[in-house]
């Protein structure tokens, strides 16, 4: 029940993200709203490499890569909003079948592991997995209208 629940809010939170930018052409992909912010191509790029680090994160052994830095670097090196796209509904596609791969059961033990510092905070805490995915769902929806990577949401 949990898993078909994610499942289906990933489906519906990709379908609006793609309904959403579905106006933006290849011409629009360099557009920055202004010197500093992620251009349009660039802005598709971070949600979908985002999803993908949450899901690695999540389910990798290794945990979550807080190297932020290469994380930049191959996003702003995105000037393509149909690359982005592509990657975009690569990360959302393996993201529904890493957690269609995982049980009822499985999904909450995964927050045993998961200890990590949330954005704006130097308190280490343990999130729920459900929660993570909600995280995930709120960045995907709203990704394409947060200019900056570093904000605090």
């Known amino acids: 029940m949990i ?3 994610l499942v289906e809010q990933l489906k ?11 106006c933006l052409s290849e011409e629009d ?4 709203p202004e010197d500093g912010t992620f251009t349009v191509a660039q802005q598709v790029a ?13 389910f990798d052994s290794n ?11 191959v996003t702003m090196a995105c000037n393509s909003i149909s690359s982005a796209r592509e990657w975009f509904g690569n990360a959302t596609a393996k993201a529904i079948e890493v957690i269609g791969q995982k049980s009822d059961e499985e999904l909450p033990q995964i927050s045993k592991r998961l200890a990590f510092p949330p954005p704006c905070s130097s308190q280490p805490n343990s ?3 459900i929660n993570i995915i909600t995280i995930m769902m709120r ?9 900056s990577p570093l904000s605090c949401y």
């Open 3 to 5: 898993k078909e629940g």
């Open 12 to 22: 519906s939170v990709s379908e609006f993200f793609e309904r959403s930018t579905s």
């Open 29 to 32: 992909s360099g557009f920055q």
């Open 46 to 58: 971070h949600t979908a490499q985002t999803i993908e680090w949450f899901v690695e994160g999540m």
């Open 63 to 73: 945990g979550f890569d807080l190297n932020f830095e290469d994380h930049m670097k």
């Open 127 to 129: 999130i729920e997995p």
């Open 139 to 147: 960045v995907i929806s709203s990704g394409f209208f947060i200019s």
